[in-house]
Every structure is written in structure tokens, then in C-alpha cells.
């Protein structure tokens, strides 16, 4: 019996050992969703705050811990001890003590509580001479649209940003509540349905960012998340012309097969997708496809098409073509064994039994289709 107690008191120990070195470990910059390495202003008011309620917290647990350990040692039971201490009830000293203290304890934290919460919700007026970009963030489950309507383009799950501009976030759900969140520039901001929220953020240096919904919202919640591309003015507005052009017309056999299959009955792709320039391809169930072929992953962030690993954040990789077409082959073929629940294996006739699955050759022809789209 003493000797269980005493094994179950040292693996106690060791899991609180090795909780603590998990929780220590989290905390390095280094990671990419790390919120200890604030590139953007908006994210460092974040840090900062953090900061200062982190001290003022410790300080607080280190003055009432070591109060409660000095009682307990000083004031313990002695083996002469007979009767019970004298009892005593109520002293307005002290309960004024330990009323003030907090309330002041509190307003340090609570007014610059309160001042970064208004300044990260109201866009600040850009420096003379240069705009706001607006963008509209979108939720569902579980992809993120991104819609940019002053410049006509949408699109899906990779956001770009101009380096060193205020960006206005228009913040919306089609379906449940999500959360819009880049550690390294800012966040959390919650997408509700028919209620927008905003929110701004600037990323200080180009290079790529992690995002990831922070709001769980049904079984893949922990599979919605996004990237962000911070690029130089030329790059973006390159990037926003590229975006802005129709889908490309397919020439090749295999392609112009896989065009006509997306648009037809037997896949039921347009009912749901958009690809500009294609009439019949206008649904905004699923993502934009018209430039899918441009973006660096897949399903939302959970297939990489780089073949890089997240090593630098300045350096965006470029899409390797053959592990964007693995991926696309691997989710047409089975989107449910990639991402748990999602809509497309639910409601798509393909994939819920109302009609014959996809063949091997139909899945071709449409990863060869949607390669083309870049
Ligand atoms: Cu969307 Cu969690």
C-alpha cells in the first residue's frame, strides 16, 4: 500500500516534469505559429500586453504563494501543541488591504487591456500618400475565402498582403462561429455569421506566415488553417493582376477532357466551384479553383504542394507540380481520409453513393485540368 502511494506520487512527479518542459519548450520564437515572435505592430501590441500581465501575475502568485507556504511552516501543529490556536473573525484592516491592492493590481492591467483592444479594432489612418488595403476574410467549415472586392479577386486558403501596409480585415462566417488568427501578426478575431467583425494587421517583413482558425468549429477545426504571403508592393499587385485574369483554356487532349468533366453531371464540380472565365462554374459552396494551381497548399493548409519544409520565414517556396498533382489526385480520389467531414465527401454525388465514383481516367483528366489553373 506505501509503496503504490509512493510509486503513484513519482509518476505524478514525472508527468508534472515533463508538463512543465512541454509548456517551456512552446514558447520558443523559432515556431511558426509562435506568438513570442511579433513581425507586425499589431501582433507586438499583442506581445506587449502579454507581457505586462504575465509580470504583474507572477508577481501576485510568488507574494500569495510564498505567503501560504511561510503560514503553513511557521504556524504547523507542534507535537506539544494541545488545544486549538485562538480563533479570531474579521479585520477591517485587512479586508481593506486585500480589496485595494487588487483593484489597483487590476486597473494596471485593465487600461492597457482596454487601450490595445481598440487599437487593434480601429484602422489606424495610413501614413500620407499610401491606402488601406481591405480584404474580406470569409469562414467555413473548414476553409478560409479570401475576397479582395477593389481589385475583383477571390480566392482561397493563401492570403497575400503587401509588406508594410495596414490591411483592413472585414471578418464573416457563412455557417459557425470561427476565428480568424496569425500568431506572428495578429489575432484572434472571431468570424460570426451575420455579424461582421474587423480587424487590421501589417506584416513588417515579407516572407510567409502561419494561420490557423482558433475558434473550434466542428470536427476538422484543427484542419482550417491558412498562409499568409507578405510580399514586397510589386510582387503583390503582380500577384493580384495574375489573380484577376480568367482560368486558361486548355489546349492539350487530357486537359480539355478534364475542363469538360468538371462542368458535367457525372462530377457535379460546378455546382460548387468558381473558375472565372468557365459560365457553368459559378458555385460558392467550395473554394475559388480559377488560380488553385498558384497556391502553395491544399484542403486548407494541410497539404503542402512545396516540398519544403517550413524552414525560414522570409522564404515563400514555389509549388513542385508533381506534388500538387499527388495531392490533387489524393484528394479527388478521397477527400474524407484527408479531411474528416468535410462538405465536399458529404453532399458531392461522387462521393455520397447518389452516383458512380470517379474512374481512375476521370481523375486524371481533372488533375490534369486543375494543374493548368495557375
Ligand atoms: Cu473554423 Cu475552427
Known amino acids: 500500500m506505501l509503496k503504490d502511494n509512493r510509486r503513484a506520487k513519482g509518476l505524478i512527479g514525472l508527468v508534472a516534469i515533463g508538463a512543465f518542459i512541454a509548456l517551456v519548450v512552446g514558447c520558443t520564437p523559432s515556431h511558426a505559429q509562435s506568438t513570442f515572435d511579433a513581425l507586425g505592430p499589431v501582433a507586438k501590441s499583442q506581445l506587449d500586453l ?3 500581465t504575465f509580470w504583474v501575475g507572477l508577481v501576485v502568485f510568488i507574494l500569495v504563494e510564498g505567503a501560504i507556504l511561510y503560514i503553513a511552516f511557521r504556524y504547523k501543529r507542534k507535537p506539544d501543541d494541545s488545544a486549538d490556536p485562538a480563533q479570531t473573525h474579521g479585520s ?18 485593465a487600461v492597457p487591456t482596454v487601450q490595445t483592444v481598440f487599437a487593434n479594432l480601429n484602422t489606424p489612418a495610413p501614413p500620407p500618400g499610401e491606402v488601406v488595403e481591405r480584404i474580406e476574410a470569409i469562414g467555413h467549415q ?3 475565402e479570401f475576397r479582395y472586392p477593389e481589385h475583383g479577386v477571390v480566392t482561397a486558403n493563401e492570403l497575400h ?7 483592413e480585415f472585414k471578418l ?36 510567409l506566415y502561419f ?5 473550434f ?16 508592393r510589386e510582387d503583390y499587385d503582380a500577384w493580384l493582376l495574375a489573380q484577376a485574369a ?33 459560365r457553368s462554374a459559378r458555385g460558392r459552396v467550395g473554394p475559388d479553383l480559377s488560380h488553385v494551381a498558384s497556391r502553395r497548399h491544399l484542403a486548407a493548409g494541410i497539404m503542402d504542394n512545396t516540398g519544403v519544409a517550413f524552414a525560414n520565414q522570409s522564404v515563400v517556396p514555389d509549388v513542385n507540380v508533381s506534388i500538387l498533382q499527388d495531392n490533387l489526385r489524393a484528394w479527388i480520389t478521397d477527400p474524407e481520409s484527408i479531411k474528416s467531414g468535410n462538405i465536399m465527401s458529404r453532399d458531392a454525388a461522387v462521393y455520397n453513393g447518389t452516383l458512380p465514383e470517379l474512374t481512375d481516367r476521370q481523375i486524371s483528366a481533372l488533375v490534369a485540368y486543375l494543374t493548368t489553373l495557375k
Do not use: Y
Request: include cysteine; glycine fraction near 8%.
Open 161 to 167: 498582403i503587401p509588406v508594410d501596409t495596414i490591411v
Open 92 to 109: 477591517t484592516r485587512l479586508e481593506i488591504i486585500w480589496t485595494v491592492i487588487p483593484a489597483i493590481l487590476l486597473l494596471v492591467v
Open 211 to 215: 494561420g490557423q482558425c482558433a475558434e
Open 172 to 207: 464573416k462566417s457563412v455557417d459557425v462561429i470561427h476565428s480568424f488568427w496569425v500568431p506572428k501578426l495578429g489575432g484572434k478575431v472571431d468570424m460570426v455569421p451575420n455579424n461582421e467583425n474587423s480587424m487590421w494587421l501589417q506584416a513588417n517583413e515579407p516572407g
Open 217 to 232: 468549429c466542428g470536427v476538422s477545426h484543427a484542419n482550417m488553417r491558412f498562409k499568409v504571403v507578405a510580399e514586397s
Open 246 to 278: 480568367n482560368a486558361v483554356v486548355p489546349i492539350d487532349p487530357l486537359v480539355q477532357e478534364g475542363m469538360d468533366l468538371f462542368g458535367a453531371p457525372e462530377a457535379g464540380c460546378t455546382q460548387c466551384h468558381t473558375i472565372q472565365g468557365n
Open 142 to 144: 473548414w476553409w478560409f
Open 50 to 52: 502579454f507581457w505586462i
